[in-house]
């Protein structure tokens, strides 16, 4: 982490607060962003605040969209937007099952081709889920929890025999 700070010529003591995506993402690496955020701002004592990964994408394209992800096991997760403003979802669905509304973006859609034929890729942008959490503080909203974003149960639900 220093050396990443090094190399924009910042420190700790530069940071004034944390932005965080919070999925819906597969609960691994989600949970290793959400605790690496909530440390650094405990750390650092500043405030995080949670966007939803969705969201942010949708607020760089702008317009009317359907943002995609991969949810694995042959499903994705989708929230539908305008101008920013979500309008559906987030939901996890077979991609069949997408209410698509508007461009279609974001990788998860790359995957299904014959149900998304004019998807255009993108990835989450971290300016972007700052700009989201900027534009949200500046509405009043405060609340932007730091809490994952989960749409269904994890692979592993318990422990066997118990």
């Known amino acids: 982490m220093e050396h990443v700070m090094a190399d924009a010529g ?4 530069d940071v004034s607060r944390i932005v965080v995506g919070t999925g819906p993402a597969p609960f691994t690496g989600l949970r290793v962003g959400l605790v ?4 650094l701002g405990f750390a650092w004592g500043v405030p995080v605040h949670g966007v939803c990964s969705l969201d942010a994408l949708a607020a760089a394209h702008g317009s009317e969209v359907t943002v995609v992800a991969d949810a694995r096991r042959k499903e994705v997760y989708w929230a539908t937007y305008r101008d920013g403003v979500r309008l559906d979802g987030p939901q996890v669905t077979a991609p069949a099952d997408v209410v698509a ?6 990788r998860g859609a790359l995957l299904y081709p014959e149900v998304f034929p004019a998807a255009e890729g993108g990835d989450v942008d971290p300016t972007w889920l700052a700009r989201c959490a900027v534009r949200a ?3 009043g909203d405060a609340n932007l929890p ?3 974003m989960y749409l269904r149960r994890p692979d592993v639900h318990g422990v066997p025999g118990a």
């Open 36 to 39: 690496t955020a909530r440390t």
């Open 10 to 13: 910042a420190t700790g003591a």
């Open 146 to 148: 730091v809490e994952p």
């Open 101 to 106: 509304s508007g461009a279609v973006i974001g």
């Open 137 to 139: 503080l500046a509405a």
